[in-house]
């Protein structure tokens, strides 16, 4: 089979299929006789992710001896993908099998984006890869396969370089390396600052430096009591949150340009769901409808349909939660907007999911454009 394709001119890469369970003596064996038939290329894969790091440095050792070019292809069901893949590449591998976010079959492959930073950060080996479009990349890639990235993600979950606590944020301000091993920028990301219950002075102070916003020390105070009161009783104090509280506490008015007159949205087991909307947007009323896959999509696509000519500002991601039991439950939804390289958090919450939604992107969208102008 190598010997026919090489002769109708293609480049053959012989790839030994479970080559981690094989034996040692025999796979070489097949190898050679692949690069006698002509293969120009070789490749070894870990098909059931059991290889250990130092299996895999012998292994290589080895193989890399071999008169021909061997790529290592690795499965994470032990989640050493990434650890065996380096391990490979260090002893003798000149090609990696990676994919982005580590999609795959059952635990995945090996992620390009860990695979990347790790040779490049921690091995100062220089990959040729723009490493700032990694999180782009990554979240496009997300958005296209319908496949959520975990938020523990290293590198591109959304707490890689997201802070809470007190004492870390304080260390961050002295100095960033001091809680993180690189910086966001390099990926195409930026530190996120989480308020909750745990939020000391050095987070509230950051938080309100990026919404441009300065306050006296009992100011602070408050604004940061308040704060703790919200996590304290299990909710996540979002961005649009604590700004509302800081206009509160300093006695700022900010008008919503974006102001939703009524909405109606019709959905069932025979009908297509539909929303339609009518927005007041910097005094002008705008209507607008759109269909989705379900009824807080369609609601949420008029809305998107709406503002499209004032600003564009993407849903980045949307999570709700129940926070009382029941077929009554008050929601929560939480989504994460995006205009240009500035991205809001918003919240939401009713007893009804559709107006907890759209009550939590227009507020998002509101922030948002105030942001932009300004204000």
Known sequence: MVS?????????ELSGEDAS??????????YQTGIDAGAERLCFCDTVGVLVPERTEELF????????????????DFGLAAANTITALRAGASEA???????????GNAPLEEVVIILETLYSHRTGIKCDELYP??????????????????VVGGNA????????????????????????????????????????????TLALQELGLETTETQLEEIMNRVKELGDLGKRVSDADLQSIAETVLGIYQEAKVKMEDFTVVSGNRVMPTASLKLQVSGNEIVE?????????????????AIAGIADIRLEEYHVDAITGGTDALVEVLVKLSKDDRVITARGARADIITASVEAVLEGVNRLIQAENGG
């Open 4 to 12: 026919f394709a090489r002769e109708h001119g293609l480049i053959v």
């Open 21 to 30: 369970r094989a034996d040692l003596e025999y796979l070489k064996t097949l």
């Open 61 to 76: 050792t080895e193989l890399s001896r071999l008169k021909s070019p061997i790529s290592i292809h690795c499965h994470n």
């Open 97 to 107: 099998h990676v994919t982005v976010n580590g999609l795959g079959e059952r635990a």
């Open 137 to 154: 990349l990554s979240r496009l890639v997300s958005r296209l396969t319908n496949m959520p990235v975990s938020h523990n993600k290293a």
């Open 161 to 204: 370089f997201t802070h809470e606590a007190g004492i870390h944020v304080h260390g961050l301000l002295a100095d960033s390396s001091t809680y993180e091993p690189i910086t966001p920028e390099m990926v195409g990301r930026k530190r996120h600052i989480v308020l909750g219950k745990h939020t000391g002075k050095a987070s509230v």
């Open 289 to 305: 409808a759109a269909t989705g896959l379900g009824p807080v999509d369609a609601a949420i696509n008029a809305l998107r349909k």
